[in-house]
């Protein structure tokens, strides 16, 4: 048996495996035979039809099965040999049969693209440390109570967190009223609203039976230019706002379903909480920082498999979001096109990161998942410890469970070697 391979692009290859007759003709014979014998073909008993005829017949078949079967047996090997970094399956691309002389495989597949990583011991990031103040705590707390409000009419003026509900008509560039373009009992609710927005301007310290006039720009480029500019009339016609009960020890139970006891035990597990939020946020925007400096840095070509494993991905991850399926019409290929540079950098980061580890020498030991099984063990409070690390180690979840230390470790490796600058920050929202 020979090989020769085929550079086809940087990600993609050819593979040429020839055998000499001794090593293909006995099973391709053998083959015939056994499709001669299991033949019932017209004017012949079973078993008896020429093998000429079976080859005529049957031969294409017959010779693709023995084909498989030594590119199956024999790929593998070639490539551990030659130390393919092999992505997905590799396919036969066709094949050159002379009986009694020579076969002839030809194989394509992908492989992981020769890339030299750019050093990295000078990369800089900013990671925000997050001050959790009580001020950030009691609006979290406040969100909590109003699934224990009651919205109530009120008189005065419109507060920032109030809701303003009103008639609105879309007013011409001469101020008149449009025809058909009225909308009654719309509800503005300005605590949502940022405090730039047209609507919050105006409506924010608004009274009922007040009209306030709010000009809008729209930005949509498909918009036309005399159309960018639209104006709108609001008649007040009531305020409400968020009447919350007062945070007792009765309802502090309810809330936390009997965790907490107190107002201050609430308020305290409900900073951990938050603490904990913004603590996890900040190592996400840190990697989302690293990753993108790593991407700009090191430019090159992911296989094609590849990025269709992140696109199912995020596919299955957007099905998911809506109940498990796509409404009827729903145009995939199209969603595919807009998540594909998405996937293409999902994809070259995992590059990326294989290449750190291996260059560094970066490995998960038996060790590492063991401890990792007793730890969450511990967390979730289960008692039988090794029936986690059984499941830790079995053949189903242990690709997964290396995945995610190997993704850690190369993490830890990166913080530990490149320059990480602390900055404090406020919350701008929590939990």
Same mark, same amino acid.
């Given at each position: 048996?020979?090989? =020769?391979?085929?550079? +086809?692009?940087?990600?993609?290859?050819?593979?040429?495996?020839?055998?000499?007759?001794?090593?293909?003709?006995? %099973?391709?014979?053998?083959?015939?035979?056994?499709?001669?014998?299991?033949?019932?073909?017209?004017?012949?008993?079973? !078993?008896? /039809?020429?093998?000429?005829?079976?080859?005529?017949?049957?031969?294409?078949?017959?010779?693709?099965?023995?084909?498989?079967?030594?590119?199956?047996?024999?790929?593998?090997?070639?490539?551990?040999?030659?130390? *393919?970094?092999?992505?997905?399956?590799?396919?036969?691309?066709?094949?050159?049969?002379?009986?009694?002389?020579?076969?002839?495989?030809?194989?394509?597949?992908?492989?992981?693209?020769?890339?030299?990583?750019?050093?990295?011991?000078?990369?800089?990031?900013?990671?925000?440390?997050?001050?959790?103040?009580?001020?950030?705590?009691?609006?979290?707390?406040?969100?909590?109570?109003?699934?224990?409000?009651?919205?109530? /009419?009120?008189?005065?003026?419109?507060?920032?967190? @109030?809701?303003?509900?009103?008639?609105?008509?879309?007013?011409?560039?001469?101020?008149?009223?449009?025809?058909?373009?009225?909308?009654?009992?719309?509800?503005?609710?300005?605590?949502?609203?940022?405090?730039?927005?047209?609507?919050? $301007?105006?409506?924010?310290?608004?009274? =009922? !039976?007040?009209?306030?006039?709010?000009?809008?720009?729209?930005?949509?480029? @498909?918009?036309?230019?005399?159309?960018?500019?639209?104006? &709108?009339?609001?008649?007040?016609? %009531?305020?409400?706002?968020?009447?919350?009960?007062?945070?007792? @020890?009765?309802?502090?139970?309810?809330?936390?379903?009997?965790?907490?006891?107190?107002?201050?035990?609430?308020?305290?597990?409900?900073?951990?909480?938050?603490?904990?939020?913004?603590?996890?946020?900040?190592?996400?925007? +840190?990697?989302?920082?690293?990753?993108?400096?790593? +991407?700009?840095?090191?430019?090159?070509? /992911?296989?094609?498999? *590849?990025?269709?494993?992140?696109?199912?991905?995020?596919?299955?991850?957007?099905?998911?979001?809506? !109940?498990?399926?796509?409404?009827? !019409?729903?145009?995939?290929?199209?969603?595919?096109?807009?998540?594909?540079?998405? /996937?293409?950098?999902?994809?070259?980061?995992? +590059?990326?990161?294989?290449?750190?580890?291996?260059?560094?020498?970066?490995?998960?030991?038996? @060790?590492?998942?063991?401890?990792?099984?007793?730890?969450?063990?511990?967390? $979730?409070?289960?008692?039988? $410890?090794?029936?986690?690390?059984?499941?830790?180690?079995?053949?189903?979840?242990?690709?997964?469970?290396?995945?995610?230390?190997?993704?850690?470790?190369?993490?830890? &490796?990166?913080?530990?070697?490149?320059?990480?600058?602390?900055?404090?920050?406020?919350?701008?929202?929590?939990?």
């Amino acid at each position: 048996m020979e090989s =020769k391979f085929k550079q +086809l692009s940087d990600t993609e290859q050819e593979l040429e495996i020839s055998f000499s007759p001794d090593e293909f003709q006995p %099973e391709l014979d053998k083959q015939y035979k056994l499709a001669q014998a299991k033949a019932h073909l017209k004017g012949f008993r079973k !078993g008896k /039809a020429p093998l000429q005829m079976i080859k005529k017949m049957l031969g294409r078949d017959i010779q693709y099965q023995v084909v498989e079967e030594l590119a199956g047996k024999n790929f593998e090997s070639v490539a551990k040999e030659n130390d *393919l970094k092999l992505v997905g399956q590799a396919k036969i691309r066709h094949y050159e049969l002379a009986e009694n002389e020579k076969l002839s495989i030809y194989l394509i597949y992908e492989v992981h693209p020769a890339f030299e990583l750019k050093p990295f011991n000078e990369y800089e990031f900013k990671k925000a440390e997050y001050q959790v103040s009580d001020e950030t705590v009691e609006k979290e707390l406040k969100k909590l109570l109003q699934s224990k409000g009651n919205m109530v /009419a009120v008189e005065g003026a419109a507060a920032p967190t @109030d809701i303003v509900i009103g008639d609105v008509q879309k007013l011409d560039a001469d101020g008149t009223a449009i025809v058909g373009e009225r909308q009654e009992n719309q509800s503005f609710r300005l605590e949502y609203m940022k405090d730039d927005s047209p609507f919050f $301007t105006a409506l924010n310290g608004v009274n =009922k !039976g007040e009209e306030r006039r709010v000009e809008v720009e729209v930005k949509e480029e @498909d918009v036309p230019e005399e159309n960018k500019k639209q104006t &709108f009339l609001i008649s007040v016609k %009531e305020i409400k706002r968020m009447e919350l009960p007062e945070l007792t @020890d009765e309802l502090v139970k309810e809330l936390s379903r009997g965790k907490n006891e107190t107002v201050q035990d609430f308020r305290d597990e409900l900073r951990k909480q938050i603490e904990a939020y913004f603590t996890n946020k900040s190592e996400e925007d +840190l990697m989302e920082s690293v990753a993108q400096k790593f +991407l700009e840095e090191n430019v090159f070509t /992911a296989p094609s498999s *590849l990025i269709k494993m992140y696109e199912d991905m995020l596919l299955d991850n957007a099905k998911r979001q809506i !109940g498990g399926a796509f409404p009827p !019409g729903f145009d995939e290929t199209y969603y595919r096109a807009e998540i594909r540079p998405n /996937a293409e950098k999902h994809a070259r980061w995992m +590059l990326i990161r294989n290449k750190i580890a291996e260059l560094n020498g970066i490995e998960v030991s038996d @060790d590492d998942i063991k401890a990792l099984a007793e730890k969450e063990a511990k967390l $979730t409070g289960a008692e039988a $410890t090794e029936e986690f690390v059984n499941t830790y180690f079995s053949e189903q979840y242990k690709p997964y469970v290396i995945d995610t230390l190997l993704r850690d470790k190369i993490y830890e &490796f990166i913080k530990a070697n490149t320059k990480i600058e602390v900055e404090s920050k406020l919350p701008e929202a929590a939990v």
